[in-house]
């Protein structure tokens, strides 16, 4: 990425809306993130966010400021994908996104697939909102995105990247046994937030099953997988999340499913990528290996929680 550090965390921070999200996405500390924007907000002689306590809100410049930039990081992007037919380096590198909990799960396992064949492929992949990955798509900025749900866009174009189950899970050594509906009203759940197509499907099941979700106890919401398993893992509560995301925990019965009477939830996930462009050689072999099934039947029958 041509653009300065210091921009870069502005932009990260402007679209995950905190300091300490873009620290997580960006894989720094927070620490380090505001001392890149107290030095941007010195270099520029302006104030770009309006600290209260631990939450921030841009000014009007750091709005004006990031909309200009948005058009820049666009045009630089498409200056990337222009030099990487004739530049060696970055012609081996795909641009991936995602918003999908499964997709993330599967996609190392699918890179290491591809990788055997193309070592000299070289990756990026960044967790992306839905709307962030349409424009980042469209503008060319992304090659591929994993997505819960269909993109609807026509210069878009969805193919099925994984069928997975929405299971119940709890911590193994938790009494609890199955539920009917009745008693999943009561039970102290955490809701996952930020994958936008397991949140339609729960929502849509439960709905079915006449659930709304104001019927459930939830008592904490969270975007960080990682946050949702140590709350299950600690018996502070259950949570639904996609079978293939917790196939260590349930393998090695850290975590155990539980079955709730009337309900079985199961979803599809999908990659998208835009029609009709003149893909660089070393993305249009991994898109034609991604669509194809030879390698996530070989996935299925290596990960099957018997």
């Known amino acids: 990425m041509i653009l300065d550090k210091k921009i870069k965390v502005f932009i990260s921070i402007v679209e995950s809306g905190s300091f300490s999200e873009a620290?997580?996405?960006?894989?720094?500390?927070?620490?380090?993130?505001?001392?890149?924007?107290?030095?941007?907000?010195?270099?520029?002689?302006?104030i770009l966010f309006k600290r209260q306590g631990r939450t921030i809100?841009?000014?009007d410049i750091g709005k004006s400021f990031y909309e200009k930039l948005k058009i820049i990081n666009c045009d630089i992007k498409k200056l990337e994908n222009n030099l990487s037919l004739y530049t060696k380096e970055i012609s081996k590198k795909i641009f991936?996104?995602?918003?999908?909990?499964?997709?993330?799960?599967?996609?190392?396992?699918?890179?290491?697939?591809?990788?055997?064949?193309?070592?000299?492929?070289?990756?990026?992949?960044?967790?992306?909102?839905?709307?962030?990955?349409?424009?980042?798509?469209?503008?060319?900025?992304?090659d591929l995105a994993f997505v819960g749900n269909k993109i609807i866009n026509k210069k878009i174009s969805n193919s099925e990247c994984f069928k997975d189950e929405i299971i119940l899970v709890t911590k193994n050594n938790d009494k609890m046994t199955d539920l009917n509906l009745e008693e999943l009203k009561n039970?102290?759940?955490?809701?996952?937030?930020?994958?936008?197509?397991?949140?339609?499907t729960l929502k849509k099941e439960l709905?079915?099953?006449?659930?709304?979700?104001?019927?459930?106890?939830?008592?904490?919401?969270?975007?960080?997988?990682?946050?949702a398993k140590s709350l299950v893992r600690n018996g502070v509560a259950s949570v639904f999340l996609p079978k293939l995301t917790i196939y260590d925990e349930l393998k090695y019965n850290k975590f155990k499913e539980i079955k709730v009477s009337g309900l079985t939830i199961n979803r599809t996930t999908y990659h998208a990528y835009l029609k009709d462009?003149?893909?660089?050689?070393?993305?249009?072999?991994?898109?034609?290996?991604?669509?194809?099934?030879?390698?996530?039947?070989?996935?299925?029958?290596?990960?099957?929680?018997?």
Request: charged share 25%; hydrophobic share 40%.
């Open 207 to 227: 709905q079915k099953v006449g659930i709304p979700l104001n019927n459930l106890n939830i008592f904490m919401e969270v975007e960080d997988l990682a946050v």
């Open 277 to 306: 462009k003149k893909h660089r050689p070393v993305f249009k072999k991994f898109l034609d290996f991604i669509k194809d099934d030879d390698w996530k039947e070989n996935f299925k029958k290596n990960f099957t929680i018997k």
């Open 57 to 59: 809100e841009i000014t």
């Open 187 to 200: 039970l102290p759940l955490v809701w996952i937030k930020g994958d936008i197509g397991l949140e339609l």
């Open 96 to 142: 991936l996104a995602g918003n999908s909990l499964t997709c993330a799960f599967t996609l190392p396992i699918a890179l290491s697939v591809f990788q055997k064949e193309n070592p000299n492929t070289i990756y990026s992949y960044n967790y992306k909102s839905q709307e962030t990955i349409v424009d980042d798509l469209l503008n060319g900025r992304d």
């Open 23 to 46: 620290a997580r996405v960006l894989t720094i500390s927070q620490s380090v993130i505001s001392f890149h924007v107290d030095s941007l907000e010195k270099e520029l002689g302006v």
